[in-house]
């Protein structure tokens, strides 16, 4: 993607890389810079030809897909930092890879993903020349500060996203179990992203090149952990709360399904007896006094017991709808 030689805080032009490096290494100021996007196993074994890399670090970066890290080798840092990208459309989270070799007068930034993209980094630290007069490890607190500086954005919509569940689940509108899980496994991805590299950065700081670097880049250094522990403490609040408004929506299913069935089980009650009161007199019995219950009106026969029976049902029916209404079930 890009490549160029840093002296006295400013670019300057790169030829053949094994070249430019053995001049900067023979006394000459300065520093070499080689950015990478997604480099074909060609593109990084002519890099890792001219530079010598370490081939632990090597093997990491060409398998990929590793944790967040730190690791200092006799002569080399090697350094992973996950990337994170957030995609309005899906409220979804991208993870990608940025990986930085950082040598004797080099460092080479290998980019895997969409995200965080380091040409703004670049143009940033090209305009500051006394931070980028610091070295290598001015560029690793660029490359850092960015990372954890778009952390903070992706922070941000996850909290709008998770402030919208929660108005969702507890505004009455019950919300939905595949949004929450949903939202849980992208702030678990995230928490995936952050957490190692809190770690690793304060071992680094603890430990070996880290205890070697100025004051000020300790300072550099350490105001990145701050933001990156402001992130880390947002993590894992959201994935607890997100716990409880995952289990208050299920309770709040189960209350729904409970209400439901209560209202079920009193339309069945009622639907019960004209039910059963027609089964019984639906029974084809010749000795059933009942059905021929009559009384005489001017001089005729008037057989009540038709109307006596729809009297019953219509009142047990009204009397069990009214108990039900008062008792909250209907």
Same mark, same amino acid.
Request: contains cysteine; charged residues 25%.
């Given at each position: 993607?890009?490549?160029?030689?840093?002296?006295?805080?400013?670019?300057?032009?790169?030829?053949?890389?094994?070249?430019?490096?053995?001049?900067? !290494?023979?006394?000459?100021?300065?520093?070499?810079?080689?950015?990478?996007?997604?480099?074909?196993?060609?593109?990084?074994? %002519?890099?890792?030809?001219?530079?010598?890399?370490?081939?632990?670090?090597?093997?990491?970066?060409?398998?990929?897909?590793? &944790?967040?890290?730190?690791?200092?080798?006799?002569?080399? #840092?090697?350094?992973? #930092?996950?990337?994170?990208?957030?995609?309005?459309?899906?409220?979804?989270?991208?993870?990608?890879?940025?990986?930085?070799?950082?040598?004797?007068?080099?460092?080479?930034?290998?980019?895997?993903?969409?995200?965080?993209?380091?040409?703004?980094?670049?143009?940033?630290? =090209?305009?500051?020349?006394?931070?980028?007069?610091?070295?290598?490890?001015? $560029?690793?607190?660029?490359?850092?500060?960015? $990372?954890?500086?778009?952390?903070?954005?992706?922070?941000?919509?996850?909290?709008?996203?998770? =402030?919208?569940?929660?108005?969702?689940?507890?505004?009455?509108?019950?919300?939905?179990?595949?949004?929450?899980?949903?939202?849980?496994?992208?702030?678990?991805?995230?928490? !995936?992203?952050?957490?190692? %590299?809190?770690?690793?950065?304060?071992?680094? #700081?603890?430990?070996? @090149?880290? !205890? @070697?670097?100025?004051?000020?880049? &300790?300072?550099?250094?350490?105001?990145?952990?701050?933001?990156?522990?402001?992130?880390?403490?947002?993590?894992?609040?959201?994935? !607890? %709360?997100?716990?409880?408004?995952?289990?208050?929506?299920?309770?709040? $299913?189960?209350?729904?399904?409970?209400?439901?069935?209560?209202?079920?089980?009193?339309?069945?009650?009622? @639907?019960? *007896?004209?039910?059963?009161?027609?089964?019984?007199?639906?029974?084809?019995?010749?000795?059933?006094?009942?059905?021929?219950?009559?009384?005489?009106?001017?001089?005729?026969?008037?057989?009540?017991?038709?109307?006596? *029976?729809?009297?019953?049902? @219509?009142?047990?029916?009204?009397?069990?709808?009214?108990?039900?209404? &008062?008792?909250?079930?209907?």
């Amino acid at each position: 993607m890009d490549q160029a030689i840093y002296r006295d805080g400013r670019r300057q032009p790169c030829g053949d890389l094994s070249d430019e490096l053995d001049a900067l !290494r023979a006394g000459a100021d300065g520093f070499l810079w080689i950015g990478l996007k997604e480099p074909t196993d060609e593109e990084f074994g %002519l890099v890792n030809s001219e530079l010598h890399l370490h081939p632990l670090a090597v093997e990491d970066a060409v398998k990929g897909n590793q &944790r967040a890290k730190i690791e200092q080798y006799e002569t080399s #840092l090697f350094v992973v #930092l996950k990337t994170l990208r957030y995609i309005d459309q899906t409220s979804d989270i991208e993870t990608g890879e940025l990986m930085l070799f950082l040598g004797d007068r080099f460092v080479v930034t290998v980019r895997r993903g969409e995200g965080n993209p380091l040409q703004g980094v670049r143009h940033r630290l =090209e305009a500051d020349a006394t931070e980028l007069g610091l070295g290598p490890m001015a $560029v690793l607190h660029s490359v850092m500060d960015s $990372v954890v500086d778009n952390y903070l954005l992706v922070d941000r919509e996850v909290k709008r996203d998770l =402030e919208e569940i929660e108005e969702a689940v507890f505004g009455g509108s019950g919300g939905d179990a595949n949004v929450i899980y949903r939202l849980k496994r992208e702030v678990l991805e995230f928490r !995936r992203a952050s957490g190692p %590299l809190a770690d690793a950065l304060a071992s680094f #700081l603890d430990r070996g @090149a880290g !205890r @070697a670097l100025s004051n000020d880049l &300790r300072h550099l250094f350490r105001d990145v952990g701050d933001h990156l522990r402001q992130v880390n403490d947002h993590v894992e609040a959201y994935d !607890r %709360l997100l716990t409880d408004i995952l289990g208050a929506h299920l309770a709040g $299913v189960s209350v729904k399904q409970n209400e439901d069935m209560r209202k079920i089980s009193a339309w069945v009650a009622i @639907a019960a *007896v004209p039910t059963m009161v027609a089964a019984v007199y639906g029974m084809n019995f010749t000795n059933m006094p009942e059905l021929q219950a009559s009384v005489s009106i001017g001089g005729q026969d008037f057989a009540y017991g038709y109307f006596v *029976v729809l009297t019953v049902m @219509a009142t047990a029916c009204l009397s069990l709808y009214r108990a039900f209404k &008062r008792s909250g079930w209907l």
